[in-house]
């Protein structure tokens, strides 16, 4: 069984040294993140009480058959979903892994989320699993716009973004329910997956797939996992250290101890 500490939102000093002695005697590491990273910059998870899907019906606004068939739905959504992930600032749990890469133990962050905040704490290489809201794309000439440039184009009443060439909507790049992952993003990360030795896990439901497996690439191959989450899952049961607590001071105090046992401060 795991060790797992349990009192909530405290940094527990046992459970920090053990993760740290764990990513100093780890010869790859990767990092698995979810929604739960980004709440503490003030995005609330989509499944969470106040999350957009508890505002708007997924199969109406997020599926991509929806888009197709109502495109007018997704942006009347994105007119709060944009805001809010434009006005969020990366917090300590993006910015230690972005140290940790500085420091050239964590080799990659391969996320689930679309805010592009890793991006903006630092992180160079950022797998982005469901896309990102920061890009589309037409769906007829395939041209490609930035968000600022789908900001500005609209056609009809709904403010619809439309593509200025062809007036077909512009499809943002991020993954709609029902459509299929990048191949290419999905197969690197479950290449990283299977080579690195210690995955840490923050923020994460685990419940997503093909996500959710990519902790079991690691641990096929005789790595080890470390969970970081505020509220204990079932799925702690196949980490090897389950750490509970806010992900913006647990990953912090664990890259300090790391330096320190690394000599690095």
Same mark, same amino acid.
């Given at each position: 069984?795991?060790?797992?500490?349990?009192?909530?939102?405290?940094?527990?000093? @046992?459970?920090?040294?053990?993760?740290?002695?764990?990513?100093?005697?780890?010869?790859?590491?990767?990092?698995? *993140?979810?929604?739960?990273?980004?709440?503490?910059?003030?995005?609330?998870?989509?499944?969470? %009480?106040?999350?957009?899907?508890?505002?708007? /019906? %997924?199969? !109406?606004?997020?599926?991509?058959?929806?888009?197709?068939?109502? %495109?007018?739905?997704?942006?009347?959504?994105?007119?709060?979903?944009?805001?809010? !992930?434009?006005?969020?600032?990366?917090?300590?749990?993006?910015?230690?892994? $972005?140290?940790?890469? =500085?420091?050239?133990?964590? =080799?990659?962050?391969?996320?689930?989320?679309?805010?592009?905040?890793?991006?903006?704490?630092?992180?160079?290489?950022? !797998?982005?699993?469901?896309?990102?809201?920061?890009?589309?794309?037409? *769906?007829?000439?395939?041209?490609?716009?930035?968000?600022?440039?789908?900001?500005?184009?609209?056609?009809?009443?709904?403010?619809?973004?439309?593509?200025?060439?062809?007036?077909?909507?512009?499809?943002? /790049?991020? @993954? &709609?329910?029902?459509?299929?992952?990048?191949?290419?993003?999905?197969?690197?990360?479950?290449?990283?997956?299977? *080579?690195? /030795?210690?995955?840490?896990? @923050?923020?994460?439901?685990?419940?997503?797939?093909?996500?959710?497996? !990519? %902790?079991?690439?690691?641990? =096929?191959?005789?790595?080890?996992?470390? &969970?970081?989450?505020?509220?204990?899952?079932?799925?702690?049961?196949? $980490?090897?250290?389950?750490?509970?607590?806010?992900?913006?001071?647990?990953?912090?105090? @664990?890259?300090? $101890?790391?330096?320190?046992?690394?000599?690095?401060?």
């Amino acid at each position: 069984m795991p060790f797992v500490f349990r009192q909530e939102f405290e940094v527990d000093e @046992v459970c920090i040294k053990r993760a740290a002695q764990m990513i100093l005697e780890a010869v790859q590491v990767v990092a698995l *993140t979810g929604a739960g990273i980004s709440v503490e910059s003030g995005i609330p998870d989509f499944r969470s %009480p106040g999350g957009l899907w508890t505002k708007y /019906d %997924p199969l !109406l606004y997020g599926t991509y058959e929806a888009f197709v068939n109502h %495109p007018e739905r997704f942006w009347e959504m994105a007119k709060e979903l944009n805001p809010l !992930l434009e006005n969020a600032e990366p917090n300590p749990a993006h910015i230690a892994l $972005a140290e940790l890469e =500085r420091l050239g133990k964590c =080799r990659a962050v391969i996320t689930q989320n679309i805010d592009h905040l890793h991006q903006r704490a630092g992180s160079t290489d950022v !797998l982005e699993l469901h896309g990102t809201h920061r890009s589309g794309h037409c *769906t007829s000439c395939s041209r490609v716009f930035t968000l600022e440039e789908m900001k500005e184009l609209s056609c009809g009443g709904d403010q619809v973004a439309c593509c200025p060439h062809d007036q077909t909507s512009i499809k943002p /790049d991020v @993954v &709609f329910f029902g459509e299929p992952l990048d191949s290419r993003v999905l197969s690197r990360a479950a290449e990283l997956a299977s *080579t690195s /030795d210690l995955m840490l896990v @923050v923020g994460c439901s685990l419940e997503v797939y093909p996500a959710a497996a !990519l %902790p079991d690439y690691t641990k =096929r191959r005789k790595g080890r996992l470390i &969970f970081f989450n505020t509220v204990s899952t079932h799925h702690d049961a196949q $980490a090897d250290l389950a750490c509970l607590g806010m992900a913006g001071e647990s990953l912090p105090a @664990v890259v300090e $101890a790391y330096k320190k046992l690394a000599g690095l401060s």
